[in-house]
């Protein structure tokens, strides 16, 4: 019955958690969002949609890559990046994750890339009444003496209790008795001291053994208990106290004072003789384990010593309770509170985690355009934990602080450009303001990435070329190349002939557009065209594509493809023989005709006319009846005789 009781009464307070989260929803602004979520619940529970309270569509989701930033653990929540909403990813143990923390808030970080957002969604955990108060044994025996006055104080153990706040101990109860009553001294952070009072003298003739029952009891509804049996044995006459010779005690530490470093001795006094004076001196009960694992007390001499690892970042103050007992029958004790105040020192170097970062950037990205997010934190405190950030190095980039304390920007600070530099290694240094300062470096790699900002560019311009006329029809007479500094398809040029204008030789030429190699349709006559110009066009395949054109200077030269034709004399039929008369007498030396030739080629390939050798009898008898010249070439003759 009792069983089936509490798991109703857990529903109903799930059940009020989650309407708690709902209104708590309600209540928060665009500006903050603020979930809270009962322990304990069911996995896949839902916390709030996340998405609707930031104001984001759902569809965004995805495609922005929306995400929880977590460490290695599991982490304790997922989204949904279907449709935005927060859900529990696994139980979630309040004790575990927050201890004795009177408010349990998880700051979730969550991210939305391109462009970068970092939302910072808080997360309440409340505390449900899960754990019974238990004290650290079962019986307690406890010696009094009957000389002890009424008003006698004495300390009993505390109860525990892993749940906070109102779900912890709340009050003692002691069972009804005539000599004693109970008092409850409350030392803050759910810490509730019983002590129990004398308030009518023993008398150990009428009863020697009192039988008491302590009821620890939390806030819960309905509340949680737990006991411990007291057992008091009266004893004889030991009438005086320790009595220390301080008011107070306290010192203060730093971290990394060496284990073995007596820090203070405490003293206290008997007026009592024999064991009845003598002291020893011990830790309260209330004095918790781990304080036990940093210090320990020297019964006889009252000397305090480290005998652990301080770390001020874990706790900077420690209250401990000292008690001096005699060693008479019906011991006497004493308490008395030792401040121990742990002093920072700088033993922790900044750690930088990079929320988030695009590894590839666009050469054509503005000034201040955001590359990466950066944290860093110290866990030291005061000037030890305060940090600063700096890139040390001739790179486009710097840092800008965030509104977010300790959070960072890396922006570009000038315009990049692939074509000089392609990709960045960039150091943050993290350096706190410690003394001596400590600092710490984070590298990332930063690509720059491709975008169509160089045309192409030919090798030679303009480019100028010689061709031998009577050239073969489709062979390649020709190539141009240019080249690109962008890259992939940015750099992956064609070529192609303008065929605008007035040029119109340029159809009689084709092009291969992938290597520049240009090919003649036809065969061109140096006698017809000596010299023709055309453009060609080199476009690259980004976009939008760029290009750029040259002019090509095309010479034909010559070949000896023409005879010489003589043009004079000629005779009536236009063949090349004449009859030229001569008068009889006279002299050697006289003029008889002039031979004129024409021949379409040039240069050497061009007419040219010399005189014909023949031996003297001949060149005589030739002289009589007329001159024999010979126009010739290099590989050609025509005879003309006069």
């Known amino acids: 019955m009792e069983q089936r009781g509490r798991q109703a009464w857990r529903e109903r307070w799930l059940w009020v958690s989650c309407l708690f989260a709902m209104v708590a929803f309600k209540s928060v602004s665009f500006a903050q969002i603020r979930y809270s979520i ?100 079962n019986e307690k025996l406890l010696e009094i003496s009957e000389s002890a006055l009424p008003g006698a104080r004495f300390q009993l153990h505390a109860a525990h209790d892993a749940d906070s706040g109102l779900l912890s101990v709340q009050q003692y ?31 150990r003739e009428s009863v020697k053994t009192h039988n008491l029952l302590l009821t620890a009891i939390d806030g819960g509804k309905p509340p949680k208990s737990g006991e411990i049996k007291i057992t008091i044995e009266v004893v004889d006459v030991n009438d005086n106290h320790p009595v220390f010779t301080k008011e107070s005690y306290s010192v203060q530490l730093q971290e990394n004072t060496a284990i073995g470093t007596t820090i203070i001795q405490v003293n206290a006094t008997d007026p009592d003789e024999g064991a009845n004076g003598e002291v020893l001196y011990s830790f309260s009960n ?16 009252g000397e305090i010593t480290v005998s652990g690892v301080l770390d001020f970042e874990e706790r900077n103050r420690y209250e401990i309770d000292i008690q001096a007992s005699d060693k008479g029958v019906g011991t006497f004790t004493t308490d008395k509170s030792v401040i121990i105040d742990i002093i920072d020192v700088n033993d922790n170097a900044p750690e930088i985690e990079v ?22 934190k110290d866990s030291d405190s005061g000037i030890n934990g305060k940090v600063m950030c700096s890139i040390n190095q001739d790179v486009p980039f710097t840092l800008t602080p965030s509104v977010q304390t300790n959070m960072y920007s890396v922006v570009t600070k000038t315009l990049l450009d692939r074509e000089k530099q392609s990709q960045y290694d960039v150091t943050i240094t993290a350096k706190d303001a410690g003394e001596p300062n400590l600092a710490s470096e984070k590298t990332i790699q930063i690509d720059i990435s491709d975008v169509n900002d160089n045309s192409p560019q030919f090798v030679l311009s303009p480019y100028t070329f010689y061709l031998t006329e009577n050239n073969s029809p489709g062979d390649s007479i020709f190539k141009v190349q240019a080249t690109d500094q962008d890259e992939g398809n940015n750099a992956l040029i064609s070529y192609h002939i303008f065929r605008g204008g007035e ?7 084709n092009m291969n557009s992938e290597n520049g190699d240009i090919v003649a349709l036809k065969s061109f006559d140096f006698e017809t065209l000596k010299t023709f110009k055309f453009q060609v066009v080199a476009t690259d395949s980004g976009s939008p594509s760029l290009s750029s054109n040259v002019s090509v200077n ?23 023989e004449g009859v030229e008369e001569v008068p009889r007498n006279v002299p050697a030396g006289h003029l008889v005709t002039k031979v004129r030739a024409y021949d379409a ?42």
């Open 38 to 137: 009962a322990e304990e619940v069911k996995e896949g529970t839902v916390v709030g949609h996340i998405a609707k309270d930031i104001g984001l569509d759902k569809r965004a989701l995805k495609n922005r890559g929306y995400r929880i930033v977590h460490g290695s653990t599991e982490p304790l929540f997922r989204v949904n990046q279907d449709d935005g909403i927060l859900y529990v990813n696994r139980k979630i143990d309040r004790e575990e994750v927050c201890e004795r923390s009177k408010a349990c808030v998880i700051e979730l970080k969550t991210v939305l890339e391109n462009p970068l957002e970092v939302h910072y969604v808080p997360v309440e955990v409340l505390d449900v009444n899960d754990h019974a108060p238990t004290f650290p044994e």
């Open 554 to 576: 095309v010479f034909l030269l010559d070949q000896n493809d023409n005879p010489p034709v003589i043009l004079h004399p000629v005779s009536s039929n236009g063949s090349a």
């Open 601 to 642: 080629d040039i240069g050497y390939n061009g007419c040219a006319l010399k005189p014909r050798t023949y031996p003297p009898s001949i060149y005589q008898k030739q002289t009589m009846t007329g001159l024999c010249v010979t126009a010739s070439n290099t590989d050609l003759e025509r005879n003309a005789t006069c």
């Open 355 to 376: 929320m988030s970062y695009s590894k590839a950037l666009p050469e054509d990205s503005k000034s201040g355009t955001t590359v990466a997010v950066i944290t860093v």
């Open 503 to 509: 040029n119109l030789l340029s159809s009689f030429l």
């Open 286 to 301: 209330d004095v918790h384990g781990k304080v036990r694992g940093y210090f320990d007390l020297n019964s006889i001499t």
């Open 173 to 203: 109860k002691l069972s009804p008795n005539e000599h004693f009553r109970l008092e409850v001294k409350d030392r803050g952070e759910d810490r509730k001291i019983p002590i129990l009072i004398l308030q009518k003298s023993l008398d």
